[in-house]
């Protein structure tokens, strides 16, 4: 070839809105001279701001560079491609080529899936058959990504519609993704939820980002401070007085810590207690002790078993052992019984259960489960088998499946009346191009004695994606609920033995169409549906067909969130002729640690609110308002949380309110005091209605333990000083350094007053240690920390002396155009030839923090002229360095003044 052409910097690494230069340069290694010519982007490049376009000739032997610039806008970073490429041709008089060259972006991104609810607290309603939950997900990368999302309920308990969805997200696009959820058992408790979110990117299967959403149930028989509060955490403790309205005062224990019993006994330890003063009862619950060695995990006392297809709770233990790299065995066995020991709830017998779990396969394309649970309970007088396989396998990236079945049995202990009951589910998933197909399906018969007894689903989902955040879909949803029992033992059993247990059927059948699309950061989403549902309960049956429309708008904007959405529908009971309408608008709106919800309804929107409706032959108007702040203090020192809320509802004629503060206050680092308060009244709006109010507040104290290293991972110790004679070692005299930022690679923390520092939990690996150097000191050793033990060192920093300087022009006489020189360059280079980096600030001022020694301090640039660009300066044992300035003149300026 008669010619070389390369860039001088092969990668780039480049950060979203910087601009940045690179050189083509061009060399003739013929010996004729060559015209070059045709220069252009081999693609049109967003964020190009120049390149040369004039042909030019190159003697032989010559080399000329060419300079390309760029701008790093969001577009730019937005590409799919990191390789930026031009061409070119050249010629003589006797040929005629082309040419190209590239270079490489490396761009600075964060590729996890940002994945958070709406609303700050998130409620169910047990007496509604459902409620919505928004979700954001965002795509923190630049890149386009096909994300599948799963959804799990903590404890198992809750039905979570779909419970899988896979969503396209452009670079930095931040989706509402909508989920419904009910709970399954309408127990006494109403244990609080967690849904665990768990993001997969179907390129390469990793897992991209996960978390978890708290629920709080509503429940008007239970008098309990919620889960959302302060007191939920890990290593501490704290004894707290609880006083209540109806009399029912106590004092209450719970906290929980971890532990490093030996190098390889690794535990946890759980507890909450009661103690009823004025009766002298107590109650133990939710306590536990958890033991861990090596691939092994022991728990006794409060259990509960997930995945089981089954309601697994109770007191008895559990031992999980994991073989192979994804292989694990749980065996467990247990007695159906909220209270661990105690005297404040009767101790009856409860239900015995014993089951196993094996889960296999690999992480990625294939994997599953088996379980089986069997459960005695002598209250009903029934045992009750269920079996369970469940496997989730990809074809391919674009085809997903996910199937189980079970099998369950049920016998009468004292009618020896029997049931077998099945259940099977097919769900697929796939991606094809713009397309997106999700299939999910679930069948279980009457008898069924799994968690989905007597449940229907059919859901087909078809979606395609288009340009600029724009996506179309059609979804057809069937859903049917009718369960069956075996016969109370301790009656006489009547026809087919069902009589004595209450009849329930619930189904919905639903065609929606859904248009969504994006307006910068605004989210919007109609569609227009057909819904019918059905509902029969004991003598009452009712039915709905309503034509609804939805939409939704959501954006967020810097610290401000805002979300609304709005169903109209015109409705008709089943066997009537008459239409009526209605309307639910919801507004949520978040700003910072503020939130602000509301909801307002105009007639019946579901089956349910059919039979009040029916014989008050009234149209209705309900609305609830909620608001939370989340706050802190005195520099974190002082934390809480404060909710008042308001609820309307004309059809049940009733008026609710509630008011909730949440307190803690850091006393030290390890102690804290503890507060909670929670007012409620309730009024019924109708004459001679009932009306009451009841209170609970608490205050404790809270005890802070260390985290303990689990195990596989090693705690790294740090003393920072100043090593003022370079010794490396803390000597008498030394200034420890406090309040430093730490960095171990990812693990961030910082120096308490005793200049030390801990770091638990590190796996096995080599780190960089980096030191915020905010007393301008720098460290003397090697920042490489290899661990692979538990480390505690000093940690030397030598003190840095401080050099600063300031530019200044010497401008001519009427010469009032300003300058700048922000962002210039300012070098010094040591008499080793090591060069350090300052940059010039909006002052027109530049800093330095070096070590002892002579220095050269010079600027290198082409805009301006110096009038002295180099200085040579000596630091010596002085605190600071004297100031310099640098003067400077414009370039190709002169005024001439004429005198008359």
């Known amino acids: 070839m008669d010619i070389e052409a390369y860039f001088e910097t092969d990668s780039i690494a480049v950060v979203k809105g910087s601009t940045f230069t690179n050189f083509l340069v061009v060399k003739n290694t013929s010996d004729v001279e060559i015209t070059v010519q045709e220069l252009a982007p081999q693609e049109k490049y967003p964020g190009l701001l120049f390149y040369p376009k004039a042909n030019f000739t190159l003697a032989a032997g010559a080399q000329k560079r060419l300079p390309l610039k760029f701008i790093a806008n969001l577009d730019f970073m937005k590409r799919p491609s990191n390789k930026i490429a031009f061409s070119f041709s050249f010629k003589t008089s006797t040929i005629f080529k082309s040419a190209v060259a590239a270079f490489y972006l490396q761009k600075e991104e964060d590729t996890t ?166 009766d002298g009862l107590y109650n133990l619950y939710d306590t536990w002790l958890e033991l861990e060695h090596k691939n092994s995990v022991m728990r006794i006392g409060n259990v509960q078993g997930s995945d089981y297809d089954y309601s697994v709770s109770g007191r008895g233990g559990k031992i999980t052992t994991r073989f192979g790299a994804t292989n694990q065995l749980e065996v467990l066995g247990l007695e159906n019984n909220y209270s661990l020991y105690g005297t404040y709830f009767q101790q009856t017998e409860g239900s015995k259960m014993a089951g196993a779990k094996y889960s296999f396969g690999s992480s990625n394309n294939f994997n599953g489960k088996l379980s089986y649970i069997f459960e005695r309970d002598p209250r009903l007088s029934i045992d009750t088998q269920v079996a369970n396989l469940t496997s989730l396998f990809s074809i391919s990236e674009q085809h997903n499946f996910r199937l189980e079945g079970g099998l369950s049995h049920e016998k009468g202990l004292l009618s020896n009346d029997q049931n077998t009951g099945a259940s099977a589910e097919l769900n697929y998933d796939a991606t094809i191009g713009n397309w997106n197909f999700q299939s999910t399906n679930s069948y279980a018969s009457k008898a069924y004695a799994g968690l989905s007894r007597g449940a229907y689903f059919f859901n087909q989902r078809i979606g395609r994606e288009f340009s600029k955040g724009k996506r179309v879909f059609l979804l057809y949803q069937r859903s049917q609920v009718q369960p069956e029992y075996l016969s109370f033992q301790n009656t006489i059993n009547q026809a087919n033995g069902y009589g004595n247990y209450p009849k329930y059927f619930h189904s919905t059948g639903a065609v929606k169409l859904g248009y969504q699309f994006t307006v910068q950061n605004w989210n919007f989403l109609v569609s227009p549906q057909v819904e019918q549902q059905k509902n029969e309960s004991n003598a009452i049956a009712r039915g709905l067909l309503s034509y609804r429309f939805h939409a939704n708008i959501g954006t967020s904007f810097g610290n401000h969130g805002l979300n609304l959405s709005g169903d109209y529908a015109k409705s008709k009971q089943e066997n009537s002729t008459d239409w009526f309408n209605s309307l639910r608008a919801t507004m949520s709106y978040r700003f910072n640690n503020f939130s602000l919800n509301g909801t307002v309804q105009k007639n019946p929107i579901n089956v349910y609110e059919l039979n009040s409706y029916h014989y008050s032959g009234q ?92 195990l596989g991972n090693h705690k790294v110790s740090f003393q920072l000083f100043e090593d003022a004679n370079f010794n490396g070692v803390l000597d008498s005299g030394e200034q420890v350094l406090a309040n430093e930022v730490i960095k171990l690679d990812r693990y961030v923390a910082m120096t308490d007053k005793k200049g030390k520092v801990t770091f638990q939990n590190v796996p096995q690996g080599i780190y960089k240690l980096e030191v915020n150097q905010s007393a301008g000191a720098r460290l003397k050793m090697d920042p490489m920390i290899v661990v692979d033990r538990n480390i505690k060192m000093n940690v030397g920093l030598v003190k840095a002396i401080r050099v600063s300087g300031k530019l200044k022009e010497i401008r001519q006489a009427y010469d009032f155009k300003e300058t700048s020189v922000t962002g210039i360059a300012v070098y010094a280079k040591s008499e080793e030839g090591v060069v350090h980096t300052a940059v010039v600030n909006q002052n027109d001022e530049f800093e330095f923090f070096l070590k002892d020694g002579e220095y050269d301090i010079f600027i290198k640039n082409d805009k301006y002229n110096f009038i002295n660009p180099k200085q040579t300066i000596v630091i010596g044992n002085t605190e600071n360095a004297e100031i310099l300035l640098f003067e400077y003149k414009k370039k190709d300026t002169e005024i001439k003044v004429k005198r008359f």
């Open 113 to 278: 899936i940002s994945i958070y609810p709406f609303s700050r607290e998130n409620y169910l309603n047990p007496a509604t058959p459902e409620s919505s939950l928004m979700v954001f997900v965002e795509n923190r990368g630049y890149a386009k990504r096909n994300i599948k999302l799963e959804f799990q309920s903590l404890p198992d308990g809750l039905t979570i519609t779909p419970n899988q969805q896979t969503v396209t997200l452009e670079g930095l696009e931040k989706r509402i993704v909508e989920i419904r959820v009910a709970t399954r058992n309408q127990n006494v408790l109403y244990p609080d939820y967690n849904i665990q979110v768990k993001a997969t990117d179907l390129i390469d299967s990793e897992n991209v980002g996960s978390s978890q959403i708290q629920l709080v149930v509503l429940s008007s028989n239970r008098q309990i401070a919620r889960g959302v509060d302060l007191g939920r955490g890990n290593n501490y403790a704290e004894v707290t007085y609880n006083e209540n309205s109806s009399g029912f005062n106590y004092m209450q224990l719970r906290g929980n810590t971890e532990f490093s019993a030996s190098e390889n006994l690794y535990g946890r330890f759980n507890i909450n207690t009661d103690y009823y003063m004025q």
């Open 619 to 710: 149209g209705f108007i309900n609305y609830n308002v909620y608001s939370s702040y989340n706050f802190q203090a005195f520099k974190g020192a002082l934390s809480g949380s404060a909710s008042a809320g308001v609820n309307y509802s004309e059809l049940y004629q009733n008026l609710n309110k509630t008011v909730t503060g949440n307190l803690e206050y850091k006393i030290s680092n390890n102690w804290a005091t503890t507060g909670y308060l929670n007012y409620s009244d309730y009024e019924s709006i109708q004459s001679g209605g009932y009306s009451g109010y009841n209170y609970q507040f608490r205050v404790g104290l809270k005890k802070y333990f260390a985290v303990a290293t689990s």
